[in-house]
């Protein structure tokens, strides 16, 4: 008898574990405003991978659990991506319901005139009826070559900007295009407060993700307060630091290579993750999911997805987090300012104040 209810306190005391084991390995989504669709806080980034490399990446990524892929008209992946969504959903591995996938208007279409004409050839591309998300990628706006939908620059390397960007003129017709269902939820990547403010008054679907360079260099605590009180939920980009961006930014743009982070080597992230039996990119990352930010790491390698997703299992101490927190540098762990579009900052919309901001630039 005695024996029975001791079997009876292990197994409930066992099952109780189970469950919040497997509570906290589960993926987990975040609820968007006004539309109440989930979005999986754990993302694929696919940034600098190739169509070759990311057709089997994204296959690869979603046999493990992934359901959220972020891409951008800029990154000429679009179409590998479709593919390896179609064939992973014909080979009846899952459904489009499951999927939550996101795109982002061009700086090159960033009017109003050019939102349908976009999102139609990236819906092409990408192969599908509608994307989860759809985001106006920057605040501002370059003329475009008609011919390869690039950027036009000038003799002297500047590049054409398109003086006349409106925001709330493009925002009217993604809301239509909302409205026809060719988009499911709306949001913006790389604007200030301002810009989003004048966005939010005017717009009858409100922003409800923003997209920006987020990590413990750069926590960007101000706009995420800002978020936070309009509903706004916020995505990490770079949320490792991006070190594949150093060898990007030297080799194509000539940058000074020892001015970019290195956040997983950093000794304090190190020192939790030996504590957690975790490794620095997972410390990364659940410190930012912890506190409800959505995050899209890149990865092109099967064992780095892996440990990208493996964050739900474990959980960050307050002390922890305050000594993640301490990390921030403001304003000057900023990666990405863009500048390397040569002439970018005189264009109105240019999103970012300059002081401190040419500290990666050589
Ligand atoms: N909206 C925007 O303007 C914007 C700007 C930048 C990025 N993004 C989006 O955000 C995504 C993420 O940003 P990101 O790609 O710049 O930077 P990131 O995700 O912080 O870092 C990606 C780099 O880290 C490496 N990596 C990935 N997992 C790792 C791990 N567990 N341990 C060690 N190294 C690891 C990757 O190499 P391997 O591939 O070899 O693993 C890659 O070089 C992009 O891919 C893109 O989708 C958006």
């Known amino acids: 008898m005695k024996c ?73 992946n679009e179409e590998a991506i479709g593919n390896a969504i179609k064939k992973w959903i014909s080979d009846g591995k899952g459904t489009r319901q499951d999927l939550f996938i996101t795109t982002k208007l061009p700086h090159v279409g960033n009017r109003a ?67 026809e269902g060719r988009i499911r939820n709306l949001g913006l990547s790389n604007f200030n407060e301002d810009q989003i403010s004048k966005i939010v008054k005017e717009a009858t679907v409100k922003p409800q993700v923003l997209q920006v360079e987020l990590h413990a260099y750069f926590q960007q605590m101000a706009l995420r307060k800002f978020c936070d009180e309009h509903d706004i939920i916020v995505t990490a980009y770079a949320p490792l630091g991006s070190p594949g961006a150093k060898d990007h930014f030297v080799s194509k743009y000539n940058y000074s290579p020892d001015t970019f982070p290195d956040l997983l080597g950093l000794p304090e992230i190190k020192q939790i993750a030996e504590k957690h039996s975790k490794t620095p990119a997972q410390i990364l990352l659940r410190f930012l999911v912890q506190q409800q930010i959505v995050v899209i790491p890149k990865s092109t390698s099967e064992h780095r997805l892996k440990e990208n997703m493996g964050i739900y299992d474990f959980e960050l101490l307050p002390a922890e987090v305050n000594v993640l927190k301490k990390l921030d540098k403001g304003e000057k762990g900023r990666i990405f300012n863009f500048l390397f579009w040569k002439g970018v900052e005189k264009h109105p919309e240019y999103p970012f104040k300059l002081s401190g901001l040419d500290a990666t630039q050589t």
């Open 113 to 179: 005139s050019d939102v349908k004409k976009f999102l139609e050839l990236q819906l092409r591309r990408l192969q599908l009826d509608y994307v989860d998300l759809y985001l106006i990628h920057v605040a501002f706006g370059f003329h475009c070559d008609p011919e390869k939908l690039t950027p036009l620059v000038k003799p002297n390397g500047e590049y054409e900007l398109d003086m006349d960007t409106n925001h709330v003129e493009t925002w009217r017709v993604m809301e239509q295009c909302k409205q």
């Open 4 to 76: 029975g209810i001791q079997l009876r306190c292990i197994s409930n005391i066992s099952l109780r574990y189970i469950s919040f084991y497997s509570r906290l390995r589960k993926m987990k989504f975040v609820t968007l405003s006004q539309t109440k669709n989930l979005m999986p806080t754990v993302g694929l980034g696919t940034w600098q991978a190739p169509p070759e490399v990311i057709e089997t990446v994204v296959y690869k990524a979603l046999d493990l659990g992934y359901r959220h892929i972020d891409t951008a008209f800029n990154y000429n």
